[in-house]
């Protein structure tokens, strides 16, 4: 079907506080392995070989001075702070299902725009994320923790025989 499941709206939640109507934006994390190239002898091109995942990072954009969203820079304790976003994915058919990212790690940067008369200053949190999950529609489609060493995608965790042979 045409134009099916676009994300219409969503509400940003962070440490248990909401911010619907505040958030203007919100990058979600790039999902990217690291990849090294393997070529031996007999094959006539190389592959790629999983070795693991590039660094996780999360970006939101609020319109807004919030002294609590000021505060969370640098924040370790407790893996972090913790980021919920809630979406609605529409449909043209009249449908709807819901998105939810939740997310944790530490503001590793706050970036602020130019202050000026009759503008609104902006701010950009930049999170390093150390947990992510991704559920639609009911379904967990991707759940990295990366201090426990889970990737699951799409209920399959392609790291479990790893962890079962290393003993953790």
């Known amino acids: ?32 392995l690291t990849t090294e190239d393997f070529r031996a002898g007999g094959m006539d091109t190389s592959i790629p ?13 609020m319109p807004m001075q919030d002294a609590d969203l ?21 449909s043209l058919d009249g449908s709807s299902e819901a998105v939810t990212l939740q997310m944790r790690g530490t503001v590793i940067k706050i970036e602020s725009s130019a202050w000026k008369s009759g503008e609104l200053a902006k701010n950009t949190y930049t999170l390093g994320l150390n947990y ?17 060493m889970k990737r699951i995608v799409n209920g399959v965790d392609q790291l479990e025989k790893a962890r079962a042979a290393m003993g953790i």
């Open 132 to 148: 992510y999950k991704r559920e639609q529609g009911g379904k967990v489609l991707h759940e990295v923790d990366v201090l426990n």
């Open 70 to 90: 000021l505060a969370a820079f640098g924040v370790i304790e407790n893996n972090g702070i913790q980021m919920t976003a809630r979406g609605e994915l529409k």
């Open 1 to 32: 079907m045409a134009a099916s499941k676009l994300l219409k709206n969503f509400a940003l939640f962070v440490d248990g506080r909401g911010y619907a109507g505040e958030c203007e934006e919100l990058q979600p994390p790039a999902l990217s």
């Open 49 to 61: 070989i999983d070795m693991g995942m590039e660094k996780l990072e999360a970006s939101f954009v």
